[in-house]
């Protein structure tokens, strides 16, 4: 788009991509050139996104009083667009408020998944901020020919469902499906559809001439989200509080045209936060799908699923034998096992070890597998748990549009103190004149 900056390509091919850097990433397909999967680093470049770097992880921690996720420690939420100015602008009491979404193409969530919520659910809590999440029950009915629409509504529920049991904060968070409450996002939604044309929607999404226009109507609907307005019941009449969008980078495309709209709409640009992608068990090369059952642990699998799908499937970068792996060691890169440790293991120096003895061949194939099993399942039956705990009255609760207040309890702290402050400034002065 003509108004895009350098660094944000804005009409560059999600398609292109492939030829450049023989890795495909668009919102509706990845994979890799190489088996040790994406090449991140030429992505961000290709992207025009930012790395993340130590100082905005020290300055999350330093916000926040608490160490940064290990998402973030782990480089594994790897680049941003804006990321550093939201955290200025927090910095001095400055809102801003989450926004992710789901699209509603499978009944059961699987860990892959997770991955974005984990991380909102993180943000919300360590930044005491809202959060918006929208569910594209309109996008999955449009792009995927098989489903009608009565079965995108029955998995939204259940979907609604799997993402309250996250845990997020139900005085904070407001969970909104795109058919209910698109009368509230329809004025915004024309707006970017009016400043968006053909050529760039075919240029960042690659559709062609022989696809439902729904899908070119679709883009401005992932976009206005990020647009506080959309949300009266949440900002009121404020009118420049930027998101922040927390989710994986293939979604990407939809935030460079939302930023380049609300340039032009003189919105707040969105700012973004982004991660790698979580991988299929048979290897580096795609991300987890719900399309291939032998690659993919979901969040609804008992302990003997995962154990069996851990054992069967999950490809390995040990040797061959117990001798070779004790000769040789094990390629930690393209190892599922410890990749998906990177991913749920929570202590770094019980990580750190791992890595150590795993890829020295003091550890074995079948042990890491051993821990990521257990891991895997305790983390599953803590999920399993609060999801079964989940009715639909929870989800009429985050559902409901209603007053949300969005002011952080430490910026209200602070407002008070200062004005308690300001008053006893009075005081003393008007004493002092009195006197
Ligand atoms: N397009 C996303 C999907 O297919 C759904 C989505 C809507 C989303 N809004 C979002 C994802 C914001 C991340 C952030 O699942």
Redesign the pocket.
């Known amino acids: 788009m003509e108004s895009a900056k350098p660094e944000e390509p804005a009409t560059q091919a999600a398609t292109e991509v492939k030829a450049e850097v023989e890795d495909e990433v668009t ?1 509706f397909n990845i994979a890799a050139a190489s088996d040790s999967g994406i090449d991140y680093d030429k992505l961000v470049d290709k992207f025009g996104c930012s790395r993340m770097t130590d100082e905005l992880r020290e300055k999350i921690e330093r916000l926040t009083g608490r160490a940064p996720h290990r998402f973030i420690r782990r480089n594994i939420f790897f680049c941003h667009r804006d990321l550093d100015i939201i955290l200025n602008r927090y910095e001095q009491n400055q809102l801003f408020y989450l ?5 509603p193409s499978a009944e059961a969530l699987h860990l892959g998944h997770t991955i ?1 919520f984990i991380m909102t659910r993180y943000m919300q809590e360590a930044f005491d901020v809202p959060l918006v999440i ?1 569910i ?1 029950d309109d ?1 999955k009915f449009m792009y995927r020919p098989e489903l009608s629409q009565e079965q995108v509504a029955k998995m939204a529920i259940s979907n609604i469902k799997d993402i309250i049991a996250f845990g997020f904060d139900p005085e904070k968070t407001f969970i909104f499906l795109d058919t209910e409450y698109i009368k509230e996002l329809y004025p915004n939604v024309t707006k970017v559809q009016k400043a968006v044309t053909l050529n760039q929607i075919k240029g960042v999404f690659g559709f062609n001439d022989s696809d439902p226009v729904g899908k070119y109507a679709y883009p401005p609907i ?1 976009a206005v ?1 990020s647009f506080c307005n959309s949300f009266p019941h949440i900002f009121g009449s404020r009118k420049n509080v930027p998101s922040l ?1 927390p ?1 994986a980078i293939d ?1 990407d495309p ?1 935030f460079r045209m939302t930023r380049d709209v609300a340039a032009r709409l003189k919105y707040e640009k969105t700012g973004t936060f982004y991660s790698t992608f979580f991988p299929g068990l048979e290897g580096m090369k795609g991300k987890m799908s719900s399309s291939s059952l032998h690659n993919t642990i979901l969040l609804t699998d008992s302990a003997a699923d995962v154990k069996k799908k851990i054992n069967k499937y999950a490809f390995s970068g040990g040797g061959a034998t117990e001798q070779e792996q004790r000769e040789k060691g094990a390629n930690l890169d393209v190892d599922m096992p410890y990749q998906y440790l990177r991913f749920f293991l929570e202590d770094d120096a019980e990580l750190a070890q791992i890595a150590e003895d795993y890829s020295t061949g003091k550890m074995l194939t079948g042990q890491i597998k051993q821990k990521l099993i257990e891991v895997l399942s305790t983390y599953l039956k803590e999920f399993q748990e609060r999801r079964k705990a989940i009715t639909d009255e929870d989800v009429k609760k985050f559902m409901e549009v209603r007053k949300i207040n969005p002011v952080p309890k430490k910026f209200e702290e602070a407002r008070k103190a200062k004005e308690a402050a300001e008053k006893l400034a009075k005081e003393a002065e008007a004493g002092a004149g009195a006197q």
Do not use: A, D, L, S
């Not at 926004?99 to 699209?103: A, I, K, M, Q, S």
């Open positions: 919102p926004y992710t979404g789901r699209g974005p929208q594209t996008e992932q989200p969008i989710c979604q939809y």
